[in-house]
Structures are given as C-alpha cells and as structure tokens.
C-alpha cells in the first residue's frame, strides 16, 4: 500500500480545498506547506501578547495602588473596545434584523454590567490616602477623556440626545450638515468647566484637539445608521418586547448605572470641599456625574413620561439613603 493511500480521506478532502484556495490566487500550496512545517506551535502568551499587554503599566508616582488605578481604566477602555466592536456591526449591516440586533445589544450589555460590576475597585479597592496624593500627579488627564466612550454614545443615538438637556427639542429634528455645530452643545462640554470661573479646563481643550474632529468624523457616519434610527427603522411587528426590554437595559447601565458608579467612587474620595478637592481634570462632577441632572435617554420613545421624569431617580435613593462610607 503507497503512503498517499494511508492518508485519512478528510485529510485529502482539505488538502484538495487547500490547493483549490491557493490556485485561486494564484499561490503554490506546496510553498505554503512548506511554511507549515517550518512554524511554531503557537502560545498562549504570544497569541494575546501577555508580555506585552502586562508591561503597559507605568506607573508616575511611587504609591502601589496607582498600579490599581491605571490597570482598571485600562480594562474599562478594552470593554468600550468590545462595545463598539458590536455596535459598529449594528451600523454596517445593510439589512439589520430584530434578532441581530438583539444578540448585539445583549453583548454590549453584558460588558456594561461587568463594567458596573467591577466597580467597586474604584471605590473600595483604592487606598483613600494614596489615591488622594498620587491623583495629583496625574493633572490634567482624565477618564473625562475616554474617547471611546463618546463613541459608544454616538453610536447608540441620535445627536439631539446627547445636546444640553433644554436645547434636545430644538435640534431633535436635525439635518445632517447640523453634526459639526452640535458638537459645542454636547452635554459633556459642561461638565469640563472650572469650578471658579466656568472656563474650559485643560482636560477639555486637550481632549477636543485630540479628538473632535474623530468625534464629528463618526457622527456623521452613523447619522443614518446609529442603533436608535435601527431601531425606529424597523416594522412595528419587529420591534419586539425581548429587544425594547434590552434597549432598556443598555439605557440604563449607560446613562444611570455607569455615571453612578463613578458619582459613588468621587463622594467616598473627593466629597470634602468641591473646590479644594475637584476631579482629576478639574470637572465639575458634582453637577456632571448625576443622571437626573443630565436626563441622557438613548431610547426615548420606549420610557413613559414618569420614567424620563424620575431618571435615575430610584437608584440614587438606594445608594445615598445613607451617607457614604
């Protein structure tokens, strides 16, 4: 019996495909094998890059728990990643289904409870000393600059949502040459202004350098497809109760869940005096962090006028019955 006959016929059925493929391209599958036989069997620490995913913590102070502070941000921002990852597929179908969209806002929710979840490393898993003394040699960065956030955001709605909360009726009809302009009506804006003069801080100017015109850039490309024109998109037989309870879900792990949880960590760290002690990049975040000061509402075609009324007002009764520990 020739060796070509003890080959496993699935084995040959491959090699046949392997060879169609290459051919195609007009590439000699022999070559390739070749490279096969001459390769590594891969790691696991080489396939993430662990060497290096573990060497990006550089710490500018010498208190261990700015170690914390900077691996954490750095997990939020791969979670944000893997949240636009699914939203960008939402914005790029030609043909959104109700049960597509439903499997990806699931996932994007699943990230933002393990988002609020993990929280409590902020608030409990700092020391209050360190944190307080190294958070100065951090000025003026801040997680106010997480670009990808304002994504996630643009992603999931309409501009006229994320404008100043009295101006959201004037532009809820807005066109598409409106995007640029918008931009200095975000809500976010504000709560980037120096508490004594109202001024824009540092943080802010050194974020929109960097990022306004990627911001403005991805508004306009997900004008027409952004998750909340999806969903209003759909036919009414389609916009199922399975899939509005999950735009519910991801309203609120967003736009109450996530700014609370932050709100939680700043009153345990920073609530002395608001001027003696402001946010790493001098935000106002008294006034900024709240949802009900705010009212950001990605869906609001799916909350009653008693729910946007009181957003977000059941869980601060819950967290702060008590004063914070």
Known sequence: MSDHDTFDPKVLERLGLLRDKYAAMGQDLVSYLDGLLHADFPTYWDYIN??????????????????????????????????????????REKETTAAGMLERVTRVNRYFENLVGSFDIMIKGLDRGQFLKFRMSLLPSSGFQSVQYRMVEIACTSMDRLVHRELRADHENHGFDELDGLFETLYWRRGATELATGKPTLTLKQFETKYRGDIVNFAEETFYTNLRKKWLGLDE???????????????ELVNVHWPLSHYRSAVRHLQTNPVDIAATGGTNWQQYLPPRFQTLIFFPEIWTEKEKENWGKSWVMAQFSSSPT
Do not use: C, G, M, W
Not at 237 to 251: C, G, I, S, V, W
């Open 237 to 251: 037989k389609d916009q199922t109760e399975d899939l509005k309870n999950a735009l519910r879900t991801l309203d």
């Open 50 to 91: 662990l060497d290096t995913l573990l060497s990006l913590q550089h710490p500018v102070t010498q208190f261990p728990d700015e170690e914390i502070f900077i691996t954490y941000h750095q997990i939020t921002e791969l979670y944000f990643k893997l949240s636009l990852h699914e939203l960008k597929q939402i914005h």
